[in-house]
């Protein structure tokens, strides 16, 4: 079965830039779209953007252009890029699976500090 | 920008009774397919959360026939005939037409 893993950091100092990374088993990267969704005490969970193989992204419009993902074919990875983050983007950051409109699995999660 | 309310935001069920949960949005979630794409979420302690029901009212693959979910336009329920022991979590609906909105999330807990 389709089964996805974050990995990166666990600690960001603010105003740097938090690097995640979404390896994907059990699917061919190529076939889906994959995304990124974070939940935080404060906002609950909140969609971060998608992408497609070809390279079409999608962001939510709440993050200001401060995220950028990009994807890896060749390692089966798709990764995570925000920049300038403050307390508020400390979160359980999640990678899922995006088809139909919908979030199919989803990751384990991995927790995103920030502090200097 | 697209609201997503749920209600209760806490529910206590005896083993064996009913529970539902409410969800309405702040606009109709018909897609320009003419689909409707809201999906619900269940989060068991401790882990991610799962999909339960997508496109309104179909179960996704292995997830128990007491869950079952209705609806139209903006607004959305969630029901669990029976509820059972291994049903507790917080459960989120979500908007997959516009954003990708969630509800604040409804947490499910047995007496």
């Known amino acids: 079965q389709v089964q996805l893993q974050e990995s990166g950091p666990g600690l960001v100092k603010p105003s740097e830039t938090l690097s995640l990374t979404c390896t994907v088993s059990g699917a061919s990267i190529s076939s889906y779209y994959w995304s990124w969704i974070r939940q935080s005490p404060g906002k609950g969970l909140e969609w971060i953007g998608y992408i497609y193989y070809t390279g079409i992204t999608n962001y939510n419009p709440s993050l200001k252009g401060r995220v950028t993902i990009s994807m890896d074919t060749s390692r089966s990875q798709f990764s995570l890029r925000l920049s300038s983050v403050t307390a508020a983007d400390a979160a359980v950051y999640y990678c899922?699976?995006?088809?139909?409109?919908?979030?199919?699995?989803w990751g384990q999660g991995t927790l995103v500090t920030v502090s200097s | 920008e697209i609201v997503m309310t749920q209600s209760p935001l806490s529910l206590s069920v005896t083993p064996g009774q009913p529970a539902s949960i409410s969800c309405k949005s702040s606009?109709?979630?018909?897609?320009?397919?003419?689909?409707?794409?809201v999906s619900w979420y269940l989060q068991k302690p401790g882990h991610s959360p799962q999909l339960l029901i997508y496109e309104v009212s179909s179960r996704f693959s292995g997830v128990p026939d007491r869950f079952s979910g209705s609806g139209s336009g903006t607004d959305f329920t969630l029901k669990i005939s029976r509820v059972e022991a291994e049903d507790v979590g917080v459960y989120y609906c979500m908007e997959g037409t516009h954003l990708w909105t969630f509800g604040q999330g409804t947490k499910v807990e047995i007496q």
């Open positions: 606009q109709s979630l018909v897609y320009s397919d003419g689909k409707t794409y």
């Open positions: 899922a699976k995006h088809t139909n409109r919908k979030f199919n699995p």
